[in-house]
């Protein structure tokens, strides 16, 4: 069958034309594209990588004014994702609590040596300047975007609140306190006892865990209490494996070293 030539098809030229020039030139944008847009995540990874150290850092500034070593914020931040992940909280979520619990105390970073470091009782005015690091804290860390801040702020702010409603700042009670909240306030009671301080040396495990047990439902939330005691053996190896190992605060980051 003839066809007739202004039936004939019309070859697409621009389509079907090599082009090894064009083609090089296009290769080299994608090439340019791809390392722009690595540069550009390992920029946001460096810059988020400096906002947690400095953060963190200035929780250690707090926790060194009563705690010479820091370790305690270090032990902090693992038990506190034990204590998540036994929970049943997702690997993310407690990974976040790893990283906001050590900054609980950062509002001590406000508080005069002259209370801070005081070595008796405080009397109740003294008492009263000290009660205010939860909100100190939570100014600090401010009303960030940033989800792990916004946690961070939520453990400073409420990890003195008691579960039976007469914990500060703001007398809040059962579950009104946030969940961050209610189990860093059990795992810094925990690791608080039994390590030294200056004004007495730490209690056994045993008797910081009846410590513990008799706060259940007082000043702890009686569910995560229990969840705590189940497991106690896997946290006090966790606790002693870190203390063995002393990691840097910058584990906290990436996780223990295995
Ligand atoms: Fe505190
Ligand atoms: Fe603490």
């Keep these: 069958m003839n066809i007739a030539?202004?039936?004939?098809?019309?070859?697409?030229?621009?389509?079907?034309?090599?082009?090894?020039?064009?083609?090089?030139?296009?290769?080299?944008?994608?090439?340019?594209?791809?390392r722009l847009y690595q540069e550009r995540n390992e920029a946001l990874q460096e810059v988020s990588r400096a906002h947690h150290e400095a953060l963190f850092r200035l929780a250690l500034a707090a926790e060194t004014r009563d705690d010479e070593t820091g370790v305690?914020?270090?032990?902090?931040?693992?038990?506190?994702?034990?204590?998540?992940?036994?929970?049943?909280?997702?690997?993310?979520?407690?990974?976040?609590?790893?990283?906001?619990?050590?900054?609980?105390?950062?509002?001590?970073?406000?508080?005069?040596?002259?209370?801070?470091?005081?070595?008796?009782?405080?009397?109740?005015?003294?008492?009263?300047?000290?009660?205010?690091?939860?909100?100190l804290g939570a100014g600090i860390l401010g009303q960030s975007r940033i989800p792990?801040?916004?946690?961070?702020?939520?453990?400073?702010?409420?990890?003195?609140?008691?579960?039976?409603?007469?914990?500060?700042?703001h007398r809040l009670s059962g579950e009104g306190i946030p969940l961050s909240g209610r189990l860093v306030a059990i795992v810094d009671f925990f690791d608080a006892l039994t390590m030294d301080r200056c004004y007495r040396k730490a209690f056994s495990d045993e008797t910081a865990l009846g410590m513990l047990r008799e706060q259940r439902g007082r000043a702890f939330d009686p569910r995560l209490v229990d969840v705590f005691l189940g497991a106690t053996p896997r946290f006090i190896e966790l606790r002693d494996r870190i203390n063995t190992v002393q990691p840097r605060f910058t584990a906290l980051q990436e996780g223990l070293p295995a």
């Design 148 to 169: 792990l801040f916004r946690m961070a702020a939520d453990v400073a702010l409420t990890h003195h609140e008691r579960w039976d409603g007469t914990g500060y700042p």
């Design 72 to 135: 305690h914020i270090v032990r902090m931040g693992f038990l506190a994702e034990a204590l998540a992940r036994e929970v049943g909280l997702g690997s993310d979520e407690a990974a976040m609590l790893r990283q906001a619990a050590p900054l609980h105390d950062v509002g001590k970073i406000g508080i005069p040596d002259g209370v801070l470091k005081k070595p008796g009782p405080l009397l109740a005015e003294e008492r009263a300047v000290m009660d205010q690091h939860p909100q």
């Design 5 to 34: 030539p202004e039936h004939a098809p019309v070859e697409d030229t621009e389509s079907n034309c090599f082009d090894p020039k064009a083609f090089g030139q296009m290769m080299r944008l994608v090439t340019d594209l791809r």
